[in-house]
C-alpha cells in the first residue's frame, strides 16, 4: 500500500536503439543510474526479430553477472533500476515488463507513479484485463489496444491520455523505440546519440557513463519515436506545462547530471548560496553531510566566507539508511553510515547542512553525534523548504504522519533534533536557485500539479491534510 512504505528512491530507465551490444551498454547505463534504485534491476533486447528479458530482484551487478549478460543479444535494447513505489516488492514487479501480443511483443519500463491507477485498473479488470503485477505501470500495457485499423503509436497515444501523474515510459517492440513523458513534465528523460545509435535515460550522467552526446530532453506530453528511419518526435497531448520534480534537483539525480539544462550540482550549490544569504548566522566551519547535501555546502561556505570543512565521513559500503526497515534500525543504519571526524568538530561552532528534512530521523541522530565529538554549537541549515506533505508522482517522501514539518514549526523541529539554530531554504529562494523556472514543489506547498483522486482521501485519514 502506498502509505505503509519505508523512505525510498525512486526508478531508472535507460533504452538503446541501434548499437552493438545494447545490453552491454544498457548494463552500463543503469550502473550510472544505480543511485536511483537498488531493488530490483532488468534488460529487455531486441535482435530485430525476438525480444529476451532478463531481471530479478537486486542491484544491477547482481542481476547481470557477465555470462547472464552475454545472452541478451541484439542492437536495442531497454533497462529499469527500480524501488517500489506503487506495487510494493517481488520478482513480479520488477521492469521492463515483456508482453506476447498477437500484433508483435513489446516491453515496456517506466519512472513515476500513475495516480488515476486505480480507477484505470479497476475499469480494465471489469472488462477482462488479467494483470501479471500489481504494479501500476503495467497499467499502459493493457491501455494499448491496438486494433488492425491503428498503427502502434496511434494506439500508444490513445493509451497515453488515459494516464494521469507522472511518468517516463519506454517501450521496446521488435524494431522501434518509444520514449515518452507525462505532460507535467515530471520525471526527466532525455535523449543522446552515439555512433549511429540513440540512448535514452532518466539521467544525463548516463550518456557520460556511455560515451553518447546529449541531444536535447524530451517534452512534456511528447513521444520520441526510433527506428531505421531515423528519430521524430509525436504529442500525445498538447496540454502540457513544465513541472519537473524539485526534489530530483535538491536530493535524487546525480551532481553530474543535467536536468532541462540545469546542472545537479550548480543548482544545489545555488540553493546553499542563498541559504547562506537568508540565514546567516557565526561559526567557525560548514560542514555537509554527504554525499547529497556537500554542494550545498560548498555554497554555503563560499558566499558565507566560512571555511568548508570534511566533518563528516560515509562508509560507503553500507545501503543507504532509508532501507533499513524500523526506526531502530534506522537510527543505528545512520551511526554506521556517517562518522564524524573529532579533530574537525570539537570545540567548533559548526553549521552543519543537509539537503532535505524529511522524518528529521538523520538530522537529530547527527546533531547527537557531532555533540559526542564536542562541537561548542551546532546550527542546521537545509538547503530546501519544509516537506510538509506526500509525495504522489514516484518519489517516497514518507507518510504524511511521519514527515516531522508536516506538524511542527521551525522551533518545534530544532528542538525534536537538538539543535542550537535551524532555519530552511525559502520557497523563493529554492525558485532563484533553479534559474525562476516552473517546476513541482507540491510536497512544500501542497500545490499539486494533477488531480489526486482519492489520495489524498486516503492519506487524509486524520482530517489534517
Ligand atoms: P530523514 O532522516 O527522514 O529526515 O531524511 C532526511 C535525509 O534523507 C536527508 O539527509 C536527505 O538527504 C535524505 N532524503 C531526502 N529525501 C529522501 C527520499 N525521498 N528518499 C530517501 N532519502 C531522502
Ligand atoms: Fe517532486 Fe515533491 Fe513534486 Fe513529488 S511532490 S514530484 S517529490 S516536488
Do not use: W
Not at 70 to 92: C, E, P
Not at 176 to 202: C, F
Not at 430 to 442: I, P, S, T, V
Request: aromatic share 8%; glycine share 8%; hydrophobic share 40%.
Amino acid at each position: 500500500m502506498l502509505y505503509d512504505r519505508e523512505l525510498h528512491e525512486e526508478c531508472g530507465v535507460f533504452g538503446v536503439f541501434n548499437l552493438a551490444n545494447a545490453s552491454e551498454l544498457t548494463y552500463y547505463g543503469l550502473h550510472a543510474l544505480q543511485h536511483r534504485g537498488q531493488e530490483g534491476a532488468g534488460i529487455v533486447v531486441s535482435d530485430g526479430e525476438k525480444l529476451n528479458s532478463v531481471k530479478n530482484e537486486g542491484s544491477v551487478r547482481f542481476v547481470f553477472p557477465e555470462s547472464v549478460l552475454k545472452k541478451l543479444q541484439g542492437n536495442m535494447a531497454i533497462g529499469h533500476v527500480r524501488y517500489s513505489t506503487t506495487g510494493g516488492g517481488g520478482i513480479l514487479n520488477v521492469q521492463p515488463f515483456l508482453f506476447r501480443h498477437g500484433e508483435g511483443d513489446f516491453a515496456l519500463c517506466h519512472n513515476g507513479n500513475i495516480v488515476n491507477s486505480k480507477e484505470l485498473r479497476r475499469n480494465l479488470e471489469m472488462k477482462g484485463s488479467i494483470f501479471q503485477s500489481s504494479s501500476d505501470s503495467e497499467i499502459l500495457a493493457h491501455l494499448i489496444k491496438k486494433d488492425y485499423r491503428s498503427t502502434r503509436l496511434d494506439a500508444l497515444k490513445e493509451a497515453l491520455i488515459y494516464l494521469e501523474g507522472a511518468f517516463a515510459f519506454l517501450v521496446l517492440t521488435k524494431d522501434k523505440l518509444y520514449a515518452m513523458r507525462d505532460r507535467h513534465g515530471l520525471r526527466p528523460l532525455s535523449i543522446g546519440k552515439l555512433d549511429n545509435g540513440y540512448v535514452v535515460t532518466s539521467e544525463t550522467c548516463a550518456l557520460d557513463a556511455v560515451g553518447a552526446t546529449f541531444v536535447r530532453d524530451i517534452e512534456p506530453g511528447e513521444i520520441v519515436i526510433i527506428d531505421n528511419n531515423g528519430i521524430y518526435s509525436d504529442f500525445y497531448s498538447r496540454d502540457t506545462e513544465d513541472k519537473i520534480c524539485a526534489m530530483e534537483y535538491i536530493y535524487f539525480s546525480r551532481p553530474d547530471s543535467d536536468l532541462l539544462g540545469l546542472n545537479v550540482h550548480r543548482s544545489r550549490k545555488e540553493c546553499g548560496r542563498i541559504l547562506a544569504r537568508e540565514a546567516a548566522v557565526e561559526a567557525d566551519i560548514v560542514i555537509g553531510v554527504p554525499d547529497s547535501s556537500l554542494s550545498a555546502a560548498s555554497g554555503y561556505a563560499e558566499a558565507s566566507k566560512i571555511p568548508y570543512e570534511m566533518g563528516l565521513i560515509k562508509n560507503r559500503y553500507i545501503g543507504r539508511t532509508f532501507i533499513e526497515p524500523s526506526q531502530a534500525l534506522r537510527e543505528k543504519g545512520v551511526k554506521m553510515k556517517l562518522s564524524p571526524v573529532r579533530s574537525v568538530i570539537a570545540g567548533k561552532r559548526v553549521i552543519l547542512i543537509d539537503d532535505s528534512i524529511v522524518r528529521g530521523t538523520t538530522s537529530k541522530k547527527i546533531v547527537e553525534m557531532l555533540r559526542q565529538m564536542g562541537a561548542a554549537e551546532i546550527h542546521m541549515r537545509i538547503a530546501s523548504p519544509q516537506i510538509i506533505s506526500p509525495c504522489f508522482y514516484g518519489v517516497d517522501t514518507s507518510t504524511y504522519e511521519e514527515l516531522i514539518s508536516a506538524f511542527h514549526s521551525v522551533e518545534e523541529v530544532r528542538q525534536l533534533i537538538g539543535a542550537d539554530s535551524l532555519a530552511f531554504l525559502s520557497m523563493d529562494g529554492l525558485k532563484e536557485a533553479l534559474g525562476n523556472r516552473d517546476f513541482c514543489h507540491a510536497c512544500f506547498t501542497k500545490h499539486y500539479p494533477t488531480h489526486l483522486y482519492d489520495l489524498i482521501e486516503n492519506a487524509n485519514k486524520d482530517g489534517k491534510f
